[in-house]
């Protein structure tokens, strides 16, 4: 059966003939350089109408050092970290409002469009610029420290423009973000100045209110003084004038009987004299002898007349005079009168003595950005351009269309020779 292959097909053999094919190959040198220049070159092509390979910038921060730290708790109410301080940081760092920001306010619309060109969407267009910028923690360790930094990248088609940005980036956040702290110290003292200040008027209103109380207090009980007091006097007048009354009662009958006992002229001079002669009547110094033979019935309307004419008992009332020193003592009361006079409270206050020296204290302070750092640059942007795959293309052009040329050439070869193989047997 073979035998009768091998004479149905006398040319077809089992071995590769190398010479052959590199004859082969040798007469298709045109064609093979030819297809591999054209596949060649449409990889230029192609590879030229690629845009520009992108860059790249990276910079890195750490958190800030210890000094930055001290130099903001310096001022009252923080007690900020290097964590707490870096947190906000990155934070702000991430903000696209702030990246916006900071894009506008640098005016990189004119830096990437120099031209002025037509945008159809600013808005777009800027946060296209934006959306490459990354933030990512790093496993590097920078000015053999053990921290890690954190890395902010960001891609661009002009390395100068990105890295520029990505400075100005981390400065206004580092700004920023201290002014922040800044800012939340000012609101803390304001906070703490009008919680002073109303604690203050708190405690001046309470002692305000127990002082009015205590003077208040003071003259119900001066007042209570005072009627007692008055309560007396009218008491000893009443009984003055009573004693007065029955006085002139008293001594208008005995002078009516002492007139209608013929007794005029009094007889004092009379006892006088016996008690210094012997008399059969026996009077001695102890005697109660009536007042209408005392006196005499003249003398004792003299005295009806002075009762009757008098206007006032109180010069004859001795306790009146005790009763209205205490009256003008009560009505005069020192306490009252320093209570009453003092226009300030607050000496007599330790708790707001303390108040006002704290609140001097907080109005002193002026907080100020300089010494402090919400970050450490451990590397300045760098931009760097991306390998692009241009030469790589042109390589892989040109070795797929040698391959290829090969490979049809041998095509070629192998339709052609089953187009002439027929005939020759033929003609044998």
Same mark, same amino acid.
């Given at each position: 059966?073979?035998?009768?292959?091998?004479?149905?097909?006398?040319?077809?053999?089992?071995?590769?003939?190398?010479?052959?094919?590199?004859?082969?190959?040798?007469?298709?040198?045109?064609?093979?350089?030819?297809?591999?220049?054209?596949?060649?070159?449409?990889?230029?092509?192609?590879?030229?109408?690629?845009?520009?390979?992108?860059?790249?910038?990276?910079?890195?921060?750490?958190?800030?050092?210890?000094?930055?730290?001290?130099?903001?708790?310096?001022?009252?109410?923080?007690?900020?970290?290097?964590?707490?301080?870096?947190?906000?940081?990155?934070?702000?760092?991430?903000?696209?409002?702030?990246?916006?920001?900071?894009?506008?306010?640098?005016?990189?619309?004119?830096?990437?469009?120099?031209?002025?060109?037509?945008? *159809?969407?600013?808005? +777009?267009?800027? &946060?296209?610029?934006?959306? #490459? =910028? %990354?933030? /990512?923690? !790093? *496993?590097?360790?920078? +000015?053999?420290? &053990?921290?890690?930094?954190? #890395? =902010? %990248?960001? /891609?661009? !088609? *002009?390395?100068?423009?990105?890295?520029?940005?990505?400075?100005?980036?981390?400065? %206004?956040?580092?700004?920023?973000?201290?002014?922040?702290?800044?800012?939340?110290?000012?609101?803390?003292?304001?906070?703490?100045?009008?919680?002073?200040?109303?604690?203050?008027?708190?405690?001046?209103?309470?002692?305000?209110?127990?002082?009015?109380?205590?003077?208040?207090?003071?003259?119900?009980?001066?007042?209570?003084?005072?009627?007692?007091?008055?309560?007396?006097?009218?008491?000893?007048?009443?009984?003055?004038?009573?004693?007065?009354?029955?006085?002139?009662?008293?001594?208008?009958?005995?002078?009516?009987?002492?007139?209608?006992?013929?007794?005029?002229?009094?007889?004092?001079?009379?006892?006088?004299?016996?008690?210094?002669?012997?008399?059969?009547?026996?009077?001695?110094?102890?005697?109660?002898?009536?007042?209408?033979?005392?006196?005499?019935?003249?003398?004792?309307?003299?005295?009806?007349?002075?009762?009757?004419?008098?206007?006032?008992?109180?010069?004859?009332?001795?306790?009146?005079?005790?009763?209205?020193?205490?009256?003008?003592?009560?009505?005069?009361?020192?306490?009252?009168?320093?209570?009453?006079?003092?226009?300030?409270?607050?000496?007599?206050?330790?708790?707001?003595?303390?108040?006002?020296?704290?609140?001097?204290?907080?109005?002193?302070?002026?907080?100020?950005?300089?010494?402090?750092?919400?970050?450490?640059?451990?590397?300045?942007?760098?931009?760097?351009?991306?390998?692009?795959?241009?030469?790589?293309?042109?390589?892989?052009?040109?070795?797929?269309?040698?391959?290829?040329?090969?490979?049809?050439?041998?095509?070629?070869?192998?339709?052609?020779?089953?187009?002439?193989?027929?005939?020759?047997?033929?003609?044998?």
């Amino acid at each position: 059966m073979n035998q009768n292959n091998q004479e149905k097909y006398p040319y077809q053999t089992d071995e590769i003939d190398l010479g052959k094919i590199a004859k082969l190959l040798k007469e298709r040198s045109w064609f093979i350089l030819g297809f591999t220049g054209i596949v060649t070159l449409l990889g230029i092509v192609y590879a030229l109408s690629l845009p520009p390979s992108p860059y790249v910038s990276i910079t890195s921060v750490l958190s800030p050092n210890q000094s930055s730290v001290l130099s903001l708790n310096r001022f009252p109410l923080t007690s900020e970290t290097s964590e707490t301080i870096f947190i906000n940081y990155l934070r702000k760092l991430s903000e696209k409002e702030f990246q916006k920001k900071v894009f506008y306010e640098n005016d990189y619309l004119t830096a990437l469009n120099p031209e002025s060109e037509p945008i *159809d969407d600013v808005e +777009d267009y800027v &946060l296209g610029f934006l959306g #490459s =910028i %990354s933030i /990512e923690a !790093s *496993d590097e360790i920078v +000015d053999s420290l &053990l921290e890690s930094p954190y #890395s =902010i %990248s960001m /891609e661009g !088609s *002009d390395g100068k423009i990105i890295s520029r940005f990505l400075n100005e980036l981390v400065v %206004s956040a580092n700004s920023e973000t201290v002014n922040d702290f800044i800012n939340i110290t000012n609101q803390k003292i304001a906070i703490r100045l009008d919680q002073v200040s109303e604690e203050r008027r708190l405690l001046l209103t309470g002692a305000q209110n127990d002082r009015l109380s205590k003077i208040l207090r003071i003259k119900e009980e001066d007042a209570q003084k005072i009627r007692e007091l008055n309560g007396l006097i009218k008491r000893a007048k009443y009984k003055a004038k009573k004693e007065r009354l029955n006085d002139i009662q008293t001594l208008s009958a005995a002078a009516k009987l002492a007139g209608s006992l013929g007794i005029v002229e009094n007889n004092l001079g009379q006892i006088s004299e016996s008690k210094n002669i012997n008399l059969n009547i026996e009077i001695n110094e102890n005697a109660d002898l009536p007042e209408w033979y005392l006196f005499g019935e003249k003398v004792l309307l003299e005295r009806v007349g002075l009762l009757k004419s008098r206007i006032s008992d109180d010069p004859f009332i001795p306790e009146l005079v005790s009763l209205n020193s205490q009256i003008h003592e009560i009505q005069n009361n020192n306490l009252l009168q320093t209570l009453e006079d003092r226009q300030d409270d607050s000496p007599f206050i330790a708790r707001v003595n303390e108040l006002d020296i704290e609140r001097v204290n907080l109005e002193s302070i002026i907080p100020e950005s300089s010494g402090i750092d919400a970050m450490q640059l451990a590397q300045p942007p760098v931009a760097r351009q991306i390998p692009n795959s241009r030469r790589t293309i042109v390589m892989i052009s040109f070795v797929v269309g040698f391959v290829l040329s090969i490979f049809l050439a041998l095509m070629m070869y192998l339709f052609k020779e089953d187009d002439t193989e027929p005939t020759t047997k033929t003609s044998r």
